[in-house]
Each structure stands twice: as C-alpha cells, then as structure tokens.
T-cell receptor
Framework: DAGVIQSPRHEVTEMGQEVTLRCKPI?????LFWYRQTMMRGLELLIY????????DSGMPEDRFSAKMPNASFSTLKIQPSEPRDSAVYFC?????????????FGPGTRLTVL | DQQVKQNSPSLSVQEGRISILNCDYT??????FLWYKKYPAEGPTFLIS?????DKNEDGRFTVFLNKSAKHLSLHIVPSQPGDSAVYFC??????????FGTGTRLTIIP
C-alpha cells in the first residue's frame, strides 16, 4: 500500500496567487482530513470528508480556503488568493472509519511558502 | 481555545532512561486518545491509543496512562532509544471522527 499521497511536497508562491494542494487517500478509506501545522497552533483540522461529503469545515480559516472531494480517491485544498500567513505545512490524512478503529494515516505533507 | 494541551515544548532524556510525555485536556466528552510520532519532513504516524474506559494501555516499550478525573494522559517510553527522538503529538476524539491535537513535544534522546 502506497499510503496517503500528497502533491506537491513543496510549494513556493507569491502573495495573491492561487494555490492547489492535492491528496490521494489510502484505497478503501472513506474518511479524509485536511490539517495545517504551524509552530504556534500545532496541528489544526481544517475540514474532513466522509464518503466524499464534507462533514465539518469549521476549521477552515476563511473564504479564501476551499476543499473538494470529487471522488473517493482524490481531494484538493485550494487557497485563493494566498497570503504570507498561510505559510505552513498542510497534511492530508485518511481513515477507514471502521467502528473501534480511530487511527488516521497521514501523508508526508505539503510545505507551503507564500512570499 | 486549546482543548488539548502539551505544556512541555521539549524534553531531553538520556538513552536507556524513561521518557514521560504529558498531555492535558479540557473536554470531558473526549472518548478516545491517541499518540502520534512525527519525524522531520514526514507526516505523523500513529503510535498508541487508549479508550476512555481504560486507564492503561501497553505496547512494547510504550505505555499510555489515562487519569480521567484529572483529565490527564501520559506516554511512557522505556527504555528510551535514539530512534525515539521525534515530535510527539497527543490527540483526542470527541464522538465523531474528528481528532483534536496538542501542539506537540519535541523529545530528544541523548546517547
């Protein structure tokens, strides 16, 4: 199993540009999570999907952020327009949601730098 | 409002000794707790977990203790090894699939 795949691994962009982060969850997993890691706030949940449906987006910082999951094997997190304060590492995670199994499997992350 | 707190940003321990990482939480509705380990440039990986109906769970060198009355959990690593040097995150689940993470503790094992 290849695990959770994220692309790109690194992204450097200028303020105002659109940024799209991509995630492929583990095959068979029906829940997908987007997190942001910063020094000050640690790992914050931005949004999560179950069976491709957004369940909780209360962590999405503002309207500049949007996420989609068009099918069970792909999700995107888009920032438009990007700002320097969006610089962070963004992680995607997936889980099977099986009763009693609460473990989430994380991808390697995308390090975003907005200049 | 930080519902899961790891008050020690860093910890250094001699190789072979016990490492104790602490975590406090405020939400009494949390029913499941997990520890994740993170190496640089990698995603967090699951280490060990405990249900709120238990007070201890052990897996090899790793043991998690839960004190519900104090809303406190701890991770014990014994004996500590150089490969244990990483950032450790405590996480809590509140009835759905959502996990709330602490800010992490950087553990350094000194050879």
């Amino acid at each position: 199993d290849a695990g959770v795949i994220q692309s790109p691994r690194h992204e450097v962009t200028e303020m105002g540009q659109e940024v799209t982060l991509r995630c492929k969850p583990i095959s068979g997993h029906n829940s997908l999570f987007w997190y942001r890691q910063t020094m000050m706030r640690g790992l914050e949940l931005l949004i999560y999907f179950n069976n491709n449906v957004p369940i909780d987006d209360s962590g999405m910082p503002e309207d500049r952020f949007s996420a989609k999951m068009p099918n069970a094997s792909f999700s995107t997190l888009k920032i438009q327009p990007s700002e320097p304060r969006d610089s962070a590492v963004y992680f995607c995670a997936s889980s099977s949601g099986t009763s009693g199994m609460h473990e989430q499997f994380f991808g390697p992350g995308t390090r975003l730098t907005v200049l | 409002d930080q519902q899961v707190k790891q008050n020690s940003p860093s910890l250094s321990v001699q190789e072979g000794r016990i490492s104790i990482l602490n975590c406090d939480y405020t939400n009494s509705m949390f029913d499941y707790f997990l520890w994740y380990k993170k190496y640089p440039a990698e995603g967090p990986t699951f280490l060990i977990s405990i249900s709120s109906i238990k007070d201890k769970n052990e897996d090899g060198r790793f043991t998690v203790f839960l004190n519900k009355s104090a809303k406190h959990l701890s991770l014990h690593i014994v004996p500590s090894q150089p490969g244990d040097s990483a950032v450790y995150f405590c996480a809590a689940r509140g009835g759905n699939e959502k996990l709330t993470f602490g800010t992490g503790t950087r553990l350094t094992i000194i050879p």
